[in-house]
């Protein structure tokens, strides 16, 4: 996202005289921070350390540098979009919670019964089907063709065991679970 801004703020100071060469490497320094420190994106640009905190001060509010705040905000704005895009969590973050939860290292929360109707809230392992469920869901994520191959599996089955009536409806009912497990899977 850095890299994507930087680009950004290059092109939207392309037309500032090589004279705002400092003010150019401020903003940069500034958007590389997350926009939390001035003092030290002024240090980082070149300013001197004795008047870098004022110079951040005055680069983010006189109006003399009212170019630079307006490429600030711009980029500030473009950041927090971006950042609020980014905390979705990515299809990796979402693998690594369902392996947690599969191994039992994710945790959860209930009420335990301590005695005379008393109840406290306590730690526990996830369940054994939060952690089934895990494991579908992480499956699904890491092999879609074999639920595929899995769904034709079952047609097929039901296409051959279609006239046997000895063992139609166990089969048929193997089938349902079968079924239901794929589709828990999709």
């Known amino acids: 996202m850095i890299k994507e801004l930087t680009e950004q703020a290059i092109e939207m100071m392309s037309d500032w005289p ?3 060469e400092k003010q150019r490497q401020f903003v940069l320094a500034y958007m590389a921070s997350g926009f939390k420190n001035a003092t030290e994106a002024a240090r980082q640009a070149g300013y001197s350390i004795k008047t870098c905190n004022s110079i951040a001060n005055q680069l983010l509010t006189k109006i003399d ?3 630079v705040q307006e490429v600030i905000s711009k980029l500030k704005q473009v950041f927090d979009e971006r950042s609020t895009e980014m905390s979705v969590a990515s ?3 979402i693998k690594q919670f369902h392996t947690r939860v599969l191994r039992g290292e994710e945790k959860d929360y209930q009420l335990v019964g301590i005695g005379m109707g008393e109840q406290v809230v306590k730690e526990v392992p996830a369940s054994l089907r939060e952690r089934q469920k ?3 869901s992480l499956a699904r ?3 879609p063709v074999a639920n595929e191959r899995a769904l034709a ?3 097929n089955l039901k296409a051959k065991n279609a006239g046997n009536d000895t063992t139609e ?3 048929e009912d193997y089938l349902n679970k079968l079924e239901d497990t794929i589709d828990g899977l999709e």
């Open 18 to 20: 090589s004279s705002r």
């Open 65 to 67: 540098f009212f170019h």
């Open 91 to 93: 299809l990796l973050e």
């Open 134 to 136: 895990s494991a579908d």
């Open 141 to 143: 994520m890491v092999d």
């Open 153 to 155: 599996e079952v047609e």
């Open 169 to 171: 409806s166990v089969v």
